[in-house]
């Protein structure tokens, strides 16, 4: 799997939450902080440290992207028109990987990279490998015909664990999902509130 699959639920231990809302995340049971130390009575968190903590939990969430990557990401945003939280938000969620996550071709985001950059994925009838690669509205990703009998594809596109978003429609019997468009914040089934203003303040500061 990706790099950091032996530790991703580090994230969750290190932030209290469950970010990517799976039953088998350790908060679900120890919702103290990691170490011989996380038990302890928690510090009031300077502003800095809410904006740096709301950086590390939307960035943790995409799986393996680096802070290079989330900078420039955020760069994007902040050029473009509009409210810049939102446009951060709707960047990420048409990154390819995320895009394969939401049509629930792959159990989790770091399964998508991978997933991706194996060259089992379609874009408009075209192999793309580059999980940063960025969706258009109406682009048709889709699971390679070679690759749609993975056991890992099947049991995701079965699973119950969550649902489709409104802004990417799926055809499960083709094994391909359109993006729409671009989401807004309140669009986004994040199973724990994120708050991109903070992570705006952080880069603006």
Known sequence: MSKRHSA???????????????PKSPVNSRSYGPGQHGQRRKSKISDFGLQLRAKQKLKGYYGNLTEKQFAKTYTEAARRKGNTSENLIGLLE??????VYRAK?????????QFVNHGHVL?????????SYRVKAGDVVSVREKSRNMALVLEALGSSERDTPDYITVDARHMSATFVRAPELAEVPYPVKMEPNLVVEFYAS
């Open 8 to 22: 991703k639920y580090k994230i969750d231990r290190r932030m209290g939450e469950n970010i990517w809302g799976r």
């Open 94 to 99: 048409a990154r390819l990987d995320a895009v």
């Open 105 to 113: 071709f792959v159990p989790t985001v770091f399964a998508a990279r």
């Open 123 to 131: 874009v408009n009838g075209k192999r793309v490998n580059i999980a």
